[in-house]
C-alpha cells in the first residue's frame, strides 16, 4: 500500500515539472527581399558621332547604393537580395576619358519583385578660346592650354579645346599657360550646357589677378568712374571699371568720378590681390575741397632722409612732413 501511495505523490510532482518548462523561441522574422534591374544609357547627338536623339548605351556603369559603392558594373545588371523599402541609386560613367557623375533615382522595393530603373544622362559639349593680349594691343593664343572642369585637371589641350560629353547643367571652367616665360590663368568662370547644344566659351587669360571697381557717391553707385591704380591711371568710362594683370601683391586704388562740375574722389589703400583671383571693390567717393583741388596733388616731397615720395601714390597712407623755418 505505501508503494503505491508514493507514486501517487510523485506523478503530481512530474506533471508539475513538465507544465513549467519555457517555450521554445519563436523562429526569426523572415526578411522580405527583392531586386533592382538597372540600365543605363547616353543622350547625345551628332556632333558627339551618335544620331540625334538615340541613347548611347555605355557598357559598364558606376552605382553607388544607399551610400556604399559598388563600383563600375555591367549595364544592364540585376542586383539581388536587396531588402523592401526605399533605397538610393546613384550613379557615375567613364566617358571621353572622364569620370562623370549621372543622375541619381529613389526606387522602392517590394517583396519579390524586380524593380526597373533606367538611367539617362544628357550631355552637350563646350568649346574654349583661349587668348592672351599682350601689352601693345597684340592678342596671341596660345598652342595648348591646361584645362581645369569642375575643379578635376584635365590637363593640356589643344587650344581651342572642345570637350565632349559634358553632362546638362552648370559647371566651371579654368585655363592656365606659361606664356614667354610668364604663367597665365584663365579665372574660373560658369557655363550652362544643355543637350544637344555646343557652349561657346571666349577666355581671356591674365598675367596676374583682376580687380573689378565700383564707387558710391551719397549711397548711389556712380555710372562713370576713372581709377588709378598704383600711379597708373585710366581714364573716366563706364562703371565698373576692369582692370586685369594686377600683380600678386598690395596695390594703393584711387577712384575719381565728376558730379556736374563737382569733382568727386576716394581711395583704397588696403588692396591684395592674387594670380587667378578677381578681387571686387568699392570705394565711397567726396567732394575734393575747392581750395586744394585734388586729395593728394602730384607732387613729390623729401622725407628726412632725403627720399623723394609723390603724395599722388601715397593716398590714405599717413605721411610724416617735416618742416623747418629760418630767419
Not at 34 to 41: F, L, P
Not at 76 to 98: C, K
Not at 127 to 137: A, C, E, K, T, V
Not at 251 to 277: C, F, S
Request: aromatic fraction near 8%; glycine fraction near 10%; hydrophobic fraction near 40%.
Amino acid at each position: 500500500m505505501m508503494k503505491y501511495k508514493f507514486l501517487i505523490y510523485i506523478l503530481p510532482l512530474l506533471l508539475l515539472m513538465s507544465c513549467g518548462d519555457s517555450p521554445t523561441d519563436p523562429p526569426d522574422t523572415i526578411l522580405s527581399t527583392g531586386s533592382i534591374e538597372i540600365s543605363s544609357s547616353v543622350e547625345t547627338n551628332a556632333t558627339d558621332g551618335v544620331e540625334a536623339g538615340l541613347g548611347l548605351v555605355v557598357p559598364s556603369q558606376g552605382i553607388i547604393l544607399d551610400g556604399e559603392d559598388l563600383g563600375f558594373k555591367p549595364n544592364p545588371i540585376v542586383l539581388n537580395d536587396i531588402m523592401s523599402g526605399p533605397h538610393r541609386i546613384e550613379t557615375y560613367f567613364s566617358l571621353a576619358e572622364r569620370i562623370v557623375d549621372g543622375p541619381s533615382q529613389t526606387v522602392e522595393v517590394t517583396y519579390k519583385n524586380t524593380m526597373s530603373v533606367q538611367i539617362v544622362v544628357n550631355v552637350g559639349v563646350i568649346s574654349i578660346r583661349n587668348f592672351i593680349n599682350i601689352d601693345g594691343g597684340e592678342q596671341v593664343e596660345p598652342e595648348s592650354i591646361g584645362v581645369i572642369l569642375d575643379g578635376d585637371s584635365l590637363g593640356f589641350l589643344t587650344n581651342p579645346v572642345t570637350l565632349h560629353m559634358i553632362p546638362e547643367g552648370s559647371h566651371d571652367i579654368a585655363t592656365y599657360v606659361n606664356y614667354a616665360g610668364r604663367d597665365y590663368v584663365g579665372p574660373p568662370r560658369g557655363v550652362n550646357v544643355s543637350l544637344g547644344e555646343t557652349s561657346a566659351m571666349n577666355i581671356e587669360m591674365v598675367a596676374g589677378g583682376v580687380i573689378i571697381a565700383t564707387a558710391r557717391y551719397n549711397g548711389q553707385v556712380v555710372s562713370e568712374l576713372g581709377l588709378k591704380l598704383d600711379g597708373e591711371i585710366s581714364e573716366i568710362s563706364g562703371s565698373p571699371k576692369v582692370i586685369t594683370n594686377v600683380s600678386s601683391d598690395d596695390h594703393v586704388l584711387v577712384a575719381w568720378a565728376m558730379d556736374d562740375t563737382t569733382r568727386l574722389e576716394g581711395w583704397d589703400t588696403d588692396i591684395y590681390v592674387a594670380t587667378g583671383e578677381t578681387l571686387y571693390v568699392q570705394i565711397d567717393l567726396q567732394v575734393v575741397s575747392p581750395w586744394v583741388g585734388m586729395h593728394a596733388p602730384d607732387i613729390y616731397c623729401s622725407d628726412i632722409d632725403g627720399n623723394s615720395h609723390s603724395l599722388s601714390e601715397n593716398w590714405g597712407k599717413v605721411i610724416y612732413v617735416y618742416y623747418f623755418s629760418y630767419t
